[in-house]
């Protein structure tokens, strides 16, 4: 599963994001195949400093996954809502985050440092976001898939988790605790 992405190509000392920016990434991420796109503002992944401004639609299904203990995660909400579900090993929920842009009640920001299992789900129809994480960045060593559910490449069984998921009791018994 391939994560499409445009790379921070100028030499300018100052990149500026836009909503006419953000916008246009939109338009990439309805048409790539995870329904997500990210314009990284680092010029490779071998940057010890990965930021990203992220475009996700309503229908991105990821895999609940964690990353290595030496790695932190942050993502600051600029736009929409989002809850990220939290798992024990054995793949219970433990805690669900609400991020929303507009932060009246609900946090915008996450950061995460110590391997948890976490799943972002998309409440609106597009989530917008700046994500910071610790570099380089190798997928095959920066992310690791949870044994509890099914494979992000198997998108039918990834939807069924999904619906599943989110029509559980718990999820609704754990939700913004």
């Known amino acids: 599963m391939a994560f499409t992405a445009d790379f921070n190509k100028t030499t300018n000392e100052v990149t500026v994001i836009s909503q006419d920016i953000i916008e246009g990434l ?3 991420a309805i048409l790539s195949p995870q329904k997500i796109f990210r314009f990284c503002l680092h010029n490779n992944v071998s940057s ?15 895999s609940p996954h964690r990353h290595p203990a030496n790695k932190i995660e942050s993502i600051h909400l ?9 798992f024990s090993d054995g793949g219970e929920i433990q805690k669900i985050v609400k991020l929303s842009h507009n932060s009246v009640g609900s946090a915008f920001l996450y950061r995460i440092e110590d391997r948890q299992w976490h799943l972002p789900i998309s409440l609106t129809e597009w ?7 610790t570099g380089p960045y190798d997928k095959s060593l ?7 559910a099914p494979s992000p490449f198997n998108k ?12 559980s009791k718990i999820y609704n018994e754990k939700k913004y605790e």
């Open 26 to 28: 939109k338009t990439k």
């Open 48 to 62: 010890d400093l990965q930021q990203m401004i992220v475009v996700m639609h309503k229908d991105t299904l990821f």
């Open 78 to 86: 600029i736009e929409g809502e989002m809850d990220v579900v939290f």
């Open 127 to 133: 989530v917008v976001f700046h994500e910071i994480y």
């Open 142 to 148: 920066d992310v690791e898939f949870a044994p509890f």
């Open 156 to 167: 039918k069984l990834l939807r069924s988790y999904y619906d599943s998921l989110l029509n």
